[in-house]
């Protein structure tokens, strides 16, 4: 690893307040794409729901061997062996075999930066920040631009991969009588790597053959595995078999490709090995509703955010004396985590009034809940006026 390198920037309370006021404007840009986007997403969620629903209700079970021209535009639920009689090739390391799919994998070792920042307010307002990058090496499979790193000088990584991961599919795999789409036939990746030897470093470019080294488990690499060296490279090789599934799809003629819902829902779904169609629908499910509570906490997150860039001149104005930024700063993120919660939990009732009454009821009760939680905080904070005293009787 290599040695830490810091830098120190400082931005006085003049620029600071410049800075904050134009951050009022990325404010409001927060929440409104923060309100479009929960908004959009409960309505999503509630269409691909029905959509599922619709298909789980439609779904007919066929047998892979024949094909009933009476199906045809339906969805159609079908389990059987997945197959391809095309012969596919690696050029890079020599194989050639029948399969769905050859999955070529290549990571290479090579420098990477991370950086922690760190910020002091000093008395008067200014800010400074404390910038360290430090650099280690890691086995990645995507290029790690060196030339953009922040320490100059720093030891840099090879321009580019000597050799790239590459997929290759078969454009022929059928199930029984049915021919797979395309999309169908890219969500089998369930295969084995296959054992790297002589063979293959002897198909390697000439370049990369005489530091190939071919006696660790699946992968081949180029370089000393026990010495590792930045630029180093290591290959596998995946190989796709003919293998079970299971298929969620619109039955045309003797293809299956995508079914669309009256909701607009697409359902082209394929799993290895052998499932139900319950089983494949309730897990859309599970993935829908992830997806929504996914977006729900990003779109609230974003509401935050808004409100406290909303508030950030505040802040830097207290910033004069730190310890009244601090206190500011605390205020001024509880009161952003509050407006941002209770503007959400609103736009995503409204939604559900729209979409679905019955539960916007219960989410719009919740969010009257918070307000008036935060009323009374603000009432207890509020101190009490002290009795008057009487003067003693003469």
């Known amino acids: 690893m290599a040695q830490p390198f810091r830098t120190t920037t400082r931005t006085g309370w003049g620029q600071r307040i410049g800075q904050s006021f134009k951050g009022i404007f990325v404010g409001f840009i927060l929440i409104v794409a923060a309100v479009v986007l929960l908004w959009w997403n409960e309505g999503r ?32 639920h079908v389990s059987g062996q997945a197959s391809s009689g095309e012969i596919l090739s690696d050029p890079v390391l020599g194989v050639e075999k029948n399969a769905i799919a050859l999955m070529r994998e290549v990571e290479m ?10 910020t002091r307010t000093r008395a008067g307002g200014a800010e400074e920040r404390v910038t360290t990058y430090t650099y280690r090496t890691e086995w990645s499979a995507r290029q790690i631009d060196s030339s953009r790193f922040s320490q100059p000088g720093h030891p840099q990584n090879p321009p580019s991969f000597p ?22 036939v890219g969500q089998i990746g369930q295969g084995e790597y296959l054992r790297l030897d002589a063979r293959h470093v002897a198909a390697l470019p000439a370049e990369l053959q005489a530091r190939a080294n071919a006696e660790h488990a699946d992968w081949l690499y180029i370089g000393n595995p026990m010495s590792l060296e930045v630029g180093d490279l290591r290959i596998r090789l995946k190989v796709v078999e003919d293998q079970p599934v299971s298929i969620l799809a619109r039955q045309s003629g003797g293809n299956l490709s995508t079914h669309t819902t009256s909701r607009g829902t697409s359902i082209e779904r ?8 319950e089983a494949m629908f309730e897990q859309m499910v599970r993935e829908n509703t992830m997806l929504t509570w996914f977006l729900r906490v990003l779109g609230i ?3 935050v955010m808004g409100f406290g860039a909303i508030l950030k001149p505040i802040q830097v104005v207290a910033d004069v004396l730190p310890i009244l930024g601090s206190i500011a700063a605390t205020g001024i993120g ?40 935060a009323r009374q905080r603000g009432k207890s904070t ?3 006026p002290e009795p008057e005293s009487n003067p003693p009787p003469p």
């Open 45 to 76: 969620a509630v269409n691909t729901a029905k959509g599922l629903a619709e298909g789980a209700a439609a779904v007919v079970a066929v047998s892979a061997d024949t094909i009933d021209p009476n199906n045809d535009g339906r969805l159609v």
């Open 109 to 118: 070792y090579q420098w990477r930066e991370d950086s922690r920042t760190e």
């Open 163 to 184: 050799v790239s991961s590459e997929t290759r599919r078969a454009g022929n795999v059928s199930v029984g009588a049915f021919s797979l789409s395309g999309r169908l």
């Open 270 to 277: 394929l799993r290895a090995g052998h499932h139900s169609a």
């Open 301 to 303: 997150v974003m509401a």
């Open 334 to 373: 509880l009161i952003s985590a509050v407006l941002g919660s209770v503007l959400s939990l609103l736009v995503i009732a409204l939604a559900w009034l729209f979409y679905r009454p019955l539960l916007s009821i219960v989410l719009l009760a919740l969010c009257g809940g918070l307000i008036y939680l």
């Open 382 to 384: 509020t101190p009490a």
